[in-house]
């Protein structure tokens, strides 16, 4: 068993590296505490769990993007739409400034993936 410091340190401190990077626009304060409390859960395993939500919103903002782009788009093609939804600016400065991203449903998904895995592995 790891000491849970270390995975404080680790989730805390890849997470607070971002806050500070991109001056508390990428994340928030809650997602710092909760990668530090995770990573005291997880030990150094919280790296993945980290990589797994990562990908997890990834996919999701996609499809998200995707949506809003098929609804300013009659075309059926997604790829088509997102074409077009790109040129259009106005549309794409509206979605940036007013959309908020929740990271935490994400983190706690890879969390969970990671802990069941944990859980298989005894």
Not at 49 to 70: E, M, N, T
Not at 100 to 109: G, I, K, R, W
Request: charged share 15%; with cysteine; net charge positive.
């Amino acid at each position: 068993m790891e000491i849970p410091i270390i995975g404080m340190f680790l989730g805390g401190g890849v997470c607070l590296l971002v806050y500070i990077l991109c001056h508390g626009r990428g994340l928030g304060g809650g997602d710092v505490k909760l990668a530090a409390a995770g990573g005291a859960m997880l030990g150094g395993d919280i790296l993945y769990a980290l990589l797994i939500a990562c990908v997890c919103a990834v996919i999701a903002q996609v499809g998200f993007v995707d949506k809003i782009a098929k609804k300013s788009s009659p075309c059926g093609n997604s790829a088509h739409s997102l074409k077009i939804f790109r040129k259009n600016s106005v549309h794409l400065k509206i979605y940036v400034d007013k959309s908020h991203f929740a990271f935490v449903p994400y983190m706690a998904l890879g969390m969970e993936v990671i802990l069941f895995i944990q859980i298989l592995q005894q």
